[in-house]
């Protein structure tokens, strides 16, 4: 039901700052809850972050926590990943994601996601 297209990734050097962004199209979009995870090679997935559709209590990771800001903007129709003082460990290819039940634990709406490269 719902379209997801990632942009925004790219390489910086650790310390700097990138921001996702994840365009969104289908008919659910308005009240699904939206989530950021991201997988680095030969590891799995990670969930990195999620928001309601109110926009109201965000929710991060640990390992991501006070860097990372998710938001989302109705009227574009786009969620927001805002990603400061970047480590090398948050390399990977980054997906956003939409989950239906708004209960972060069933996302089915993927996009392709997009490469982010932290370097030391």
């Known amino acids: 039901q719902v379209q997801l297209v990632e942009s925004g990734g790219g390489l910086v050097q650790a310390g700097g700052s990138l921001r996702l962004s994840c365009a969104a199209s289908?008919?659910?979009?308005?009240?699904?809850?939206m989530g950021w995870f991201r997988q680095a090679p030969g590891k799995e997935r990670e969930f990195v972050a999620a928001?309601?559709?109110?926009?109201?209590?965000?929710y991060y990771a640990d390992s991501v926590k006070g860097r990372f800001t998710i938001s989302r903007d109705y009227a574009k129709n786009t969620v927001s990943l805002q990603m400061n003082s970047l480590k090398p460990e948050d390399t990977a290819v980054y997906y956003c994601?939409?989950?239906?039940?708004?209960?972060?634990?069933?996302?089915?709406?993927w996009g392709q996601g997009t490469q982010v490269t932290v370097s030391s």
């Open positions: 994601a939409a989950d239906p039940t708004s209960t972060y634990r069933n996302f089915d709406s």
């Open positions: 289908g008919r659910t979009f308005s009240t699904d809850a």
């Open positions: 928001i309601r559709w109110s926009g109201s209590l965000p």
